[in-house]
């Protein structure tokens, strides 16, 4: 190889981009190359390394006496870990004719220690390593929007007048300080806001008396964010209550500014705040479908800028639900305004789909409603198909307010509950997990509430029966072989060299956390948010709770990124991914993601004895 194309080779081994133009010419002058025979031993354990070893072709086996630990192959390095302690736990085995740049052990530390990001990496928890990477693959200037703090924006300042000044005094004030909101204070030093449209809604068509108290047109109830909160969970807390501006506040609980949507919006640029608007300011159906037909373009936009994937599925996920509820409102007959509760269940109810894959819907109405069965019929049938034509697809399983299995009162769904957990099929165990994933969409969320504790109650004393729910992931495999490598589906023909993510990773990961959160009575749905507090329960240990959240987020953003690709050639959607089209970097993460999947599957199986079940 030629200089020029040493220097290409070295940098396209992560972490190695990171080294500098002269750490890069220190490497590519101080390399050697070397050819093996196979079945040479390269490095034997418990002896002093002497060379970091990058792999141009070939095969070579880490061995522990005659076990086969990990294999590694072109494009892949070892050992630095073992140039680092000093000393090589494993033996180094070529199993077939290896050729590798060696490159001396000094010059491997010494760089090491000059460049933090190789420090950094050499010496993080595999966590650290899958978190890492979730910034290191997007622009670096663009993933500064997951770290901007609230205090980063510029904020309007916050005026405090009494509550009792006087309407004409209030807009002077207004004027003179180039506000657009206003802050009062009442005697109880409760704080209410006051925006320019109030004067003009409320005074000038009402035809105020401007010597008026401007406290009658204010609005209390008002929400307040930190100045070191991320700017993402301001627009989150936006998005969520439909509001247009945040109180903001420093470390001392003292107001210190205002910060409203346009001041997001110019600083996001990805137009979700006027997409929440123009939800909540639709008037027909028409209109309603065409703001929800531009959530792929949030989506992609959102994941250009390096946002990471768990902060899209929210913003997107509560954007449908407004959707949800605005449609149900619009069609929903008045008998079952406030006599209802519209859930939304599995990926959608967890906040973990992204990008629309399938309904997963069910109505609950209280035992009080009444509304005939035929006016309940074409409510649900007209819901169903608007929202096909919304571009979410029909459910396979046919799990939608269609079907009236997903469509009942209260009481008949707790009966449906107790037959789900005192006398189980298989389908009864998927349904379960389906409903424990609920979120309330529109209406009285107390109606889900009390199902979900009966639930708990119902299967508070059936030990049996959380092993059998648990158990499904027994049907799955991960796709990671003995000696790392993937697994492929040899019966797959139409997706020959390709993973399916949700089967082997994503799903083992959702099951094995919601049963141990179902078990544990846990009322939470987000699997990241129950794995915090199954960590809290003491149920999981802090380092392994950290690996599943970055090994969770990895798989869905991978999914994620492999489906926007199909989206712009015009391919389907599904689960599946090419190893081949990862880089070296991924490929490594998504091996380690699923050692993590491996993991908590064993644990699952010790936990419920899965395999005596």
């Given at each position: 190889?030629?200089?020029?194309?040493?220097?290409?080779?070295?940098?396209?081994?992560?972490?190695?981009?990171?080294?500098?133009?002269?750490?890069?010419?220190?490497?590519?002058?101080?390399?050697?190359?070397?050819?093996?025979?196979?079945?040479?031993?390269?490095?034997?354990?418990?002896?002093?390394?002497?060379?970091?070893?990058?792999?141009?072709?070939?095969?070579?086996?880490?061995?522990?006496?005659?076990?086969?630990?990990?294999?590694?192959?072109?494009?892949?390095?070892?050992?630095?870990?073992?140039?680092?302690?000093?000393?090589?736990?494993?033996?180094?085995?070529?199993?077939?004719?290896?050729?590798?740049?060696?490159?001396?052990?000094?010059?491997?530390?010494?760089?090491?220690?000059?460049?933090?990001?190789?420090?950094?990496?050499?010496?993080?928890?595999?966590?650290?390593?899958?978190?890492?990477?979730?910034?290191?693959?997007?622009?670096?200037?663009?993933?500064?929007?997951?770290?901007?703090?609230?205090?980063?924006?510029?904020?309007?300042?916050?005026?405090?007048?009494?509550?009792?000044?006087?309407?004409?005094?209030?807009?002077?004030?207004?004027?003179?300080?180039?506000?657009?909101?206003?802050?009062?204070?009442?005697?109880?030093?409760?704080?209410?806001?006051?925006?320019?449209?109030?004067?003009?809604?409320?005074?000038?068509?009402?035809?105020?008396?401007?010597?008026?108290?401007?406290?009658?047109?204010?609005?209390?109830?008002?929400?307040?964010?930190?100045?070191?909160?991320?700017?993402?969970?301001?627009?989150?807390?936006?998005?969520?209550?439909?509001?247009?501006?945040?109180?903001?506040?420093?470390?001392?609980?003292?107001?210190?500014?205002?910060?409203?949507?346009?001041?997001?919006?110019?600083?996001?640029?990805?137009?979700?705040?006027?997409?929440?608007?123009?939800?909540?300011?639709?008037?027909?159906?028409?209109?309603?479908?065409?703001?929800?037909?531009?959530?792929?373009?949030?989506?992609?936009?959102?994941?250009a800028k390096g946002v990471k994937v768990d902060f899209i599925s929210k913003l997107i996920n509560r954007l449908n639900r407004k959707v949800m509820d605005k449609l149900f409102n619009m069609l929903a007959p008045k008998t079952l305004l406030g006599n209802s509760c519209l859930i939304v269940m599995g990926s959608e109810g967890r906040g973990e789909q992204i990008l629309k894959t399938d309904q997963d819907n069910a109505l609950i109405l209280s035992d009080e409603c009444k509304i005939s069965k035929k006016e309940l019929f074409d409510f649900t049938q007209k819901f169903t198909e608007t929202l096909v034509d919304f571009g979410f697809p029909r459910c396979e399983g046919n799990i939608m307010v269609s079907n009236p299995y997903w469509c009942r009162t209260k009481s008949e769904f707790k009966d449906l509950i107790y037959n789900w957990i005192t006398n189980p099929s298989k389908d009864d165990y998927m349904n379960l997990a389906i409903f424990y994933d609920a979120m309330a969409a529109s209406g009285n969320r107390e109606l889900l509430i009390a199902l979900k504790e009966y639930l708990f109650k119902i299967g508070s004393t059936s030990k049996t029966f959380y092993m059998y729910f648990a158990k499904t992931i027994m049907d799955f495999n991960v796709p990671l072989g003995f000696f790392d490598g993937f697994v492929f589906d040899s019966k797959d023909k139409e997706h020959k060299n390709e993973i399916d993510i949700k089967r082997g990773g994503i799903f083992i990961i959702v099951q094995s956390i919601r049963a141990l959160s179902l078990e544990h009575k846990l009322m939470r749905v987000n699997t990241l948010k129950r794995v915090q507090e199954l960590e809290n329960k003491g149920e999981l240990e802090a380092e392994f709770a950290s690996e599943i959240k970055e090994a969770f987020n990895f798989l869905l953003t991978l999914k994620l990124k492999s489906n926007l690709q199909k989206l712009d050639s015009a391919q389907k959607v599904d689960n599946y991914i090419d190893p081949e089209k990862l880089n070296t970097m991924e490929k490594d993460l998504l091996k380690e993601s699923f050692k993590i999947v491996n993991k908590l599957k064993k644990k699952l199986e010790h936990h419920y004895k899965l395999n005596y079940v």
């Open positions: 190889m030629s200089i020029h194309e040493q220097l290409a080779f070295i940098k396209e081994i992560h972490p190695f981009e990171n080294l500098t133009k002269s750490q890069l010419d220190d490497f590519v002058n101080n390399l050697d190359i070397v050819y093996f025979k196979k079945n040479i031993i390269i490095q034997e354990a418990n002896k002093e390394p002497e060379n970091l070893y990058f792999i141009i072709k070939g095969v070579v086996q880490e061995k522990k006496e005659e076990e086969v630990i990990s294999i590694y192959s072109n494009k892949e390095i070892f050992d630095p870990f073992s140039l680092i302690e000093n000393r090589s736990k494993n033996s180094f085995i070529t199993a077939q004719e290896t050729i590798c740049y060696l490159l001396p052990k000094d010059i491997f530390i010494k760089t090491l220690h000059k460049n933090s990001s190789l420090e950094s990496f050499f010496f993080q928890s595999i966590s650290q390593k899958l978190n890492t990477n979730m910034v290191d693959q997007k622009n670096k200037e663009l993933a500064n929007l997951m770290v901007a703090k609230v205090k980063d924006v510029n904020l309007h300042k916050a005026v405090i007048v009494p509550y009792e000044t006087t309407i004409f005094e209030a807009v002077k004030t207004i004027k003179k300080e180039k506000i657009p909101t206003l802050l009062l204070k009442n005697k109880d030093d409760e704080i209410y806001i006051v925006t320019d449209s109030d004067f003009r809604e409320k005074v000038i068509l009402n035809r105020m008396d401007f010597d008026d108290i401007v406290g009658k047109i204010s609005s209390k109830g008002i929400k307040y964010i930190n100045e070191n909160e991320f700017l993402f969970n301001a627009q989150l807390l936006m998005t969520k209550y439909g509001l247009k501006r945040l109180v903001v506040k420093n470390n001392e609980n003292e107001i210190i500014g205002i910060i409203d949507q346009i001041s997001l919006s110019s600083f996001f640029a990805t137009h979700s705040f006027s997409v929440s608007n123009e939800i909540d300011n639709a008037q027909n159906l028409e209109e309603l479908k065409k703001v929800c037909l531009s959530f792929t373009k949030i989506i992609k936009s959102l994941h």
